[in-house]
């Protein structure tokens, strides 16, 4: 099936059947197809937290404003970026990249040199928003790899930042949370949206072609 086809196939799935779990194959899948999204220099700047365990999911429930989903939802994958960049952060991604390939240390120094010019002389909030920009690179990439797998997700940005990144303890990480993903089986008995037509802004005004 083509992915164009899983995408029509999929949708923000408003009830799921918690009696049917993930494979976790299929979720490691998921959250592989997040890890090999591009990010800009190829910083990475963000990282993936998987739930499975019910109690955290369920006091989620009211930082997500009583959206039963992630109670419900086999696994809850939290996005959440750098809340700033930093020289080390630079540093090491850098450094991994000269390793894994085999390069000389110093292999982009004149780069990283301009990227630390560019990004330690901006403030933390612009900073931590370009790095939940790339967060929702691979955000959308998870979405469509789950939808590939036939695995029903919903996206949520309504939630209560603050408040998640405490009972997750992300700030000691230098984390804040961007989105969150709930993954599982759609319940197709009790889900008011699953047979409702997907309709979107017409083809003809949703894209302006310059030639």
């Keep these: 099936m083509s992915l164009i086809k899983d995408l029509e196939w999929r949708y923000a799935t408003k009830k799921f059947d918690p009696s ?13 197809a997040a890890w090999l999204a591009p990010t800009s220099s190829g910083l990475q700047p963000f990282k993936v937290i998987e739930i499975t365990n019910q109690e955290l999911k369920d006091k989620i429930v ?8 992630v109670a419900d939802a086999s696994h809850v994958l ?16 850098y450094g991994k990249i000269t390793k894994d390939r085999g390069q000389d240390e110093n292999q982009y120094t004149p780069y990283t040199d301009r990227l630390k010019k560019a990004y330690l ?3 933390a909030q612009e900073n931590f928003e370009h790095a939940a920009r790339q967060a929702y690179i691979a955000f ?3 979405m469509a790899m789950a939808a590939e797998l036939k695995v ?13 990144d405490k ?19 759609r319940d197709e008995a009790n889900d008011w949206l699953v047979n409702l037509k997907k309709v979107r802004h017409p083809e003809a005004d949703f894209l302006i072609q310059v030639k």
């Design 20 to 32: 049917k779990k993930v494979d976790q194959k299929l979720v490691d899948e998921i959250i592989k």
């Design 62 to 69: 009211p930082i997500a404003y009583n959206q039963q989903q």
């Design 78 to 93: 939290v996005f959440a970026a750098w809340d700033n960049y930093t020289e080390n952060r630079i540093d090491t991604i």
């Design 121 to 123: 002389n901006r403030d």
């Design 140 to 142: 959308g990439f998870a």
């Design 152 to 164: 029903d997700s919903t996206p949520m940005e309504g939630f209560d930042e603050k408040e998640l």
């Design 167 to 185: 009972l997750l303890n992300l700030n000691k990480e230098g984390l804040k949370s961007v989105t969150i993903l709930p993954l599982g089986y």
